[in-house]
């Protein structure tokens, strides 16, 4: 199904509308505070970047890559950056010129979908922060050769990554229900649940494609952490369901 990328631009636009977590853009008081050097920035969905992954943003050059809804490119913004946002979200990206225009700052937003070439010439930028979201694509290996192709020499790619846990586990995550890797596109049983349940197509991706993949672009693995859901059974049992990597640009 060559228009998977149209339809979950549909329903990410109605998870937004809905009060979707990351469509929630950070407060005006988060964006002073984060002028003064007091933030959290995440990725994944609870534990935050550490700071010396992120620092020095000041004078950078930084893609937020399907980074839109007001969250992640404000606080960048807030220390120093230039920013430019990609999202295939209509209503992310316009969360993110409301919180420009709120704060009084430029930011440059662009919506592309990211299974194509990125719009942005070889050696654009000095950092790529990309949070938890190529679950919805099936591809990830092109991104990462995208992300390699735009960074400078040096550049940072700091990526939030599901593990596919939360694929494997029936609703209240006590079952497991589903095989992996999960891609709808070629399991029916996949498909039917992704349908039923408004989730759009989304695919799992293991280590192999996640960090193996990086390598085999030509980065540097420099650090990584694993992260739970932040609420739900699995994360009461600490089961991580997201890692979030750092890796460098030679």
Not at 63 to 83: E, F, K, R
Not at 112 to 121: I, N, S
Request: net charge negative; charged share 25%; hydrophobic share 40%.
């Amino acid at each position: 199904m060559a228009d998977y990328t149209d339809k979950n631009r549909e329903v990410i636009n109605g998870w937004c509308r809905d009060g979707w977590e990351w469509g929630r853009p950070i407060s005006h008081e988060v964006f002073v505070w984060a002028k003064k050097g007091d933030y959290a920035l995440c990725i994944t969905a609870a534990k935050p970047v550490p700071k010396a992954w992120i620092e020095p943003a000041a004078g950078q050059k930084v893609l937020a890559l399907a980074g839109g809804g007001g969250q992640q490119g404000p606080i960048l913004t807030a220390l120093g950056a230039d920013v430019t946002v990609l999202d295939y979200s209509d209503v992310q990206l316009e969360t993110e010129r409301m919180v420009a225009a709120r704060e009084g700052y430029d930011i440059t937003v662009v919506q592309a979908d990211m299974t194509k070439r990125l719009p942005f010439e070889d050696e654009s930028f000095d950092m790529i922060i990309h949070p938890v979201s190529n679950c919805y694509i099936q591809d990830v290996y092109h991104v990462w050769l995208e992300c390699f192709r735009i960074l400078k020499s040096g550049g940072r790619l700091i990526a939030g990554l599901d593990n596919g846990m939360n694929f494997i586990v029936d609703d209240a995550q006590e079952r497991i229900v589903y095989e992996l890797p999960f891609d709808p596109l070629k399991n029916e049983a996949h498909l039917k649940k992704s349908m039923a349940c408004n989730e759009g197509f989304q695919f799992s991706h293991g280590v192999e494609e996640q960090i193996g993949g990086q390598l085999r672009a030509g980065f540097i693995l420099k650090d990584i952490y694993e992260d739970t859901n932040g609420s739900g059974r699995l994360h009461e049992m600490n089961i991580p369901s997201f890692w979030a990597s750092l890796a460098v640009k030679p």
